[in-house]
């Protein structure tokens, strides 16, 4: 087995990462990588990704369920309405992480998010545009082969935060790209490897 492989009790090799959690192990197989452009799905990922500066993302995932009903499902048109009586509310939430910051950064980029549509058609469209030309790819993805940041993650980054986006650094934002299928950074060997590429290769990239 190749590094940074485990097999799991069902005989599967998958990547490290999601060890023996079921809920951890079911978001690997059935969501990370899987490429969307689905804008509430998007908008929810990048500020799921902010929360979880400093933390787990296991951390974040148990809260998932809290954190939808907190913000609205991450619609970002009724998160850009947002009070600041829904700003106390959600500081008050014990079932998300309450971080002030992170909570009003949501809000701003729900606002934001509502301009870049009206700019790029969509965010998913926005996004999109960040994805890696093959050559700019490792030819093998191997554990070692996995970076914090990259030159996309990076322009992403300067990108949103020229447009008034918070919590969007370089690294939150290739974290965000491996999640939403804009790479593919499952391991050679992971079995979801060949079935996200070729999602990737039958995805229709928005215009």
Same mark, same amino acid.
């Given at each position: 087995? &190749?590094d940074? *492989?485990?097999?799991?009790?069902d005989?599967?090799? @998958?990547?490290? %990462?999601?060890? /023996?959690?079921?809920l951890?192990?079911a978001?690997?197989d059935?969501?990370? &990588?899987?490429?969307?452009?689905? /804008?509430r799905?998007l908008?929810?990922?990048i500020?799921?990704?902010?929360? !979880?500066? +400093?933390?787990?993302?296991?951390?974040? *995932?148990?809260?998932?369920?809290?954190?939808?009903?907190?913000?609205?499902?991450?619609?970002?048109?009724?998160?850009? +309405?947002?009070t600041e009586?829904?700003?106390?509310?959600?500081?008050a /939430?014990?079932?998300?992480?309450?971080h002030r910051?992170?909570? *009003?950064?949501?809000?701003?980029?729900?606002?934001?998010?509502r301009?870049l549509?009206?700019?790029?058609?969509s965010?998913?469209?926005?996004?999109? @545009?960040?994805?890696?030309?093959?050559?700019?790819?490792?030819?093998?993805?191997? @554990?070692?082969?996995?970076?914090?940041?990259?030159? !996309?993650?990076?322009a992403?980054?300067?990108?949103?935060?020229k447009?008034? %986006?918070?919590?969007? +650094?370089?690294?939150?934002?290739?974290?965000?790209?491996?999640?939403?299928?804009?790479?593919?950074?499952? *391991?050679? +060997?992971?079995?979801?490897r /060949?079935?996200v590429?070729?999602?990737r290769r039958?995805?229709?990239?928005?215009?």
């Open positions: 087995m &190749g940074g *492989l485990a097999e799991g009790a005989g599967r090799c @998958r990547c490290w %990462w999601p060890g /023996d959690d079921p951890y192990r978001y690997h059935a969501e990370w &990588g899987r490429p969307t452009a689905d /804008d799905r908008f929810e990922k500020c799921l990704e902010g929360f !979880q500066s +400093g933390l787990s993302w296991l951390t974040i *995932l148990r809260k998932r369920e809290n954190f939808r009903a907190a913000f609205a499902g991450f619609e970002p048109a009724a998160v850009a +309405g947002f009586a829904d700003v106390e509310r959600c500081v /939430d014990a079932g998300i992480v309450r910051g992170k909570i *009003l950064s949501v809000v701003n980029n729900a606002r934001r998010a301009e549509v009206d700019e790029a058609g965010v998913a469209a926005f996004v999109w @545009r960040f994805e890696p030309k093959p050559e700019d790819r490792p030819a093998r993805v191997e @554990r070692g082969a996995i970076v914090p940041q990259t030159p !996309q993650s990076l992403l980054s300067k990108a949103l935060r447009r008034g %986006w918070s919590f969007v +650094g370089p690294t939150t934002m290739h974290a965000f790209m491996q999640a939403v299928g804009i790479v593919n950074d499952h *391991l050679e +060997g992971c079995f979801c /060949d079935e590429e070729a999602e039958n995805f229709e990239r928005p215009a």
